[in-house]
Nanobody
Framework: VQLQASGGGLVQAGGSLRLSCAAS????????MAWFRQAPGKAREFVAS????????SYADSVKGRFTISRDNAKNMMSLQMNSLEPEDTAVYYC?????????????????WGQGTEVTVSS
């Protein structure tokens, strides 16, 4: 499975961006998926996850209420709508496919990773 993340860019604080992750084949439709991010000099951290049906989602406390994760299995796509962006959200965002049908916040639960898309939020 290959994952292609896109949609990053430069935005002012308070603005919005929508990230997309395209999977190369339908295998991902049976697996949980997630977004992680990594800021310069910091470890990769969990942002949001979604199970294979899309009915169960989970968010890091830092993004709860501002970000929304969703997926469209028919299109092999996953998205992350990011609103009320803050400079602290600046990072490279990665999408990932889990080894199982549910999502988790543990980076080791994910088998396939996209190449990352950079998000910069200016103050």
């Amino acid at each position: 499975v290959q994952l292609q993340a896109s949609g990053g860019g430069l935005v002012q604080a308070g603005g919005s961006l929508r990230l997309s992750c395209a999977a190369s084949r339908r295998t991902s439709s049976n697996n949980g998926m997630a977004w992680f991010r990594q800021a310069p000099g910091k470890a990769r951290e969990f942002v949001a996850s979604i199970n294979w049906t899309g009915r169960t989602t989970s968010y890091a406390d830092s993004v709860k209420g501002r970000f929304t994760i969703s997926r469209d299995n028919a299109k092999n796509m996953m998205s992350l709508q990011m609103n009320s962006l803050e400079p602290e959200d600046t990072a490279v965002y990665y999408c990932a496919t889990a080894r199982s049908s549910y999502g988790s916040s543990d980076v080791t639960d994910y088998r396939y990773w996209g190449q990352g898309t950079e998000v910069t939020v200016s103050s």
